[in-house]
């Protein structure tokens, strides 16, 4: 008998078109002979449909204007559920759809933050990728990098602002610190989302504003002058880490727009002449992954320098999208985008080869 699984994307995030690529990717790929799969888009306002059209409708983006294929739905937190309802707003009844297993393809705020994974919770439906807890710590950067820190893995060095901070302040000591250029993050954002890269003390505080309008916290950096590496993590309780990949942004740094708009970053996997370095460094990744209490998949990415590698960050919903690098890394470890949506969705599971 086939599991149902629910597949979840769009959201409010402002990965919102990211999300919804990777998602119909893991729709095209599910095991038709397992898995019948229910999907399940949430519109740029938190709006919740089903939907029953096609992945090219949800590449395009027009999947929330076919209102003949969507009927309302929420999924329940109540666990004598399981699954959805789905709403008939006519007469003020529902349909129970019982969902075996989810796969929230949804990334940045109110889908990796946790968030997503706390309704899953709720609702006793067992979800691919890190728990409630894991997916908060490791959306916040801050967060991330101070338990990693704390389990002995190199960090990129960072300075930690709120928003009530005082800023002329912030600007004097980290310019004093880590001198131009530098980069602004916001804590909770994916996909380089509001980063900036600050030349001087102008750009600084237009970077510093930007990275409010994302988040309440933002993150200071220093340029770090080294290679993008990046490293699948796959599992549980024994998690494996892939080969090293590497990504050449082409351009001033790895941004949105050169992750998904320009397509002009070129991915290499495996990463050439890392030497004994690419076995530290997958230990590093599989370590952070542990230490942040991750399960199912991330992706962890590091800077690779003279002195050696330094976390950049986590991310627990990594891109499925066909320029993504954790199916690439994947498959060069045995598994080829089927098999690798089969393994995530048995390790949500509990089953662990």
């Not at 409010?12 to 998602?23: H, L, T």
């Not at 003020?92 to 946790?114: C, M, Q, T, W, Y």
């Not at 600084?204 to 994302?214: P, Q, T, V, Y």
């Not at 949105?256 to 996997?269: G, S």
């Amino acid at each position: 008998m086939k599991k149902t699984v629910a597949i979840i994307f769009g959201g409010e995030s402002s990965e919102y078109d990211v999300s919804c690529v990777s998602a119909a990717n893991v729709a095209e790929n599910l095991d038709k002979e397992l898995y019948e799969a229910v999907l399940v888009g949430i519109t740029k306002d938190g709006k919740w449909w089903i939907f029953r059209g096609s992945t090219d409708e949800m590449r395009d983006k027009s999947w929330c204007e076919k209102r003949a294929l969507l009927t309302p739905a929420v999924i329940s937190p109540c666990k004598a559920h399981h699954g959805l309802l789905a709403l008939d707003g006519a007469n003020g009844s529902f349909e129970i759809i019982r969902i075996d297993v989810a796969f929230p393809v949804l990334h940045g705020k109110n889908g990796e933050d946790g968030t997503m994974q706390g309704l899953l919770t709720l609702a006793g439906i067992p979800f691919v990728g890190c728990d409630t807890y894991s997916s908060a710590v490791s959306m916040d950067k801050a967060a991330t990098k101070t338990i990693a820190a704390a389990a002995g893995i190199p960090v990129v060095p960072f300075t930690a602002v709120a928003r009530w901070a005082d800023i002329e302040k912030t600007v004097e000591e980290v310019e004093k610190k880590y001198g131009y250029p530098m980069f602004v993050k916001p804590a909770n954002a994916g996909s380089s989302v509001g980063v900036t890269k600050a030349k001087n003390r102008e750009e600084l505080l237009n970077g510093i504003k930007l990275a409010f309008e994302h988040d309440k916290k933002l993150l200071i950096e220093p340029n770090i002058v080294g290679r993008e590496i990046e490293v699948a993590v796959c599992g549980n309780d024994w998690p494996i880490a892939s080969v090293c990949g590497e990504i050449k942004p082409n351009s001033d740094f790895y941004d949105y727009e050169t992750k998904y708009v320009d397509d002009c970053a070129e991915c290499i996997a495996p990463a050439q002449e890392l030497g004994e370095d690419a076995l530290r460094i997958r230990s590093y990744a599989a370590n952070t992954f542990r230490a942040l209490g991750g399960s199912g998949f991330a992706r962890v990415d590091f800077f690779y320098t003279e002195k050696g590698a330094f976390l950049n960050e986590i991310n627990t919903i990594p891109g499925f999208t066909p320029i993504s690098m954790y199916p690439k890394l994947m498959k060069l470890v045995g598994y080829e985008y089927s098999a690798l949506i089969t393994k995530l969705l048995n390790l949500a599971e509990g089953i662990e080869e």
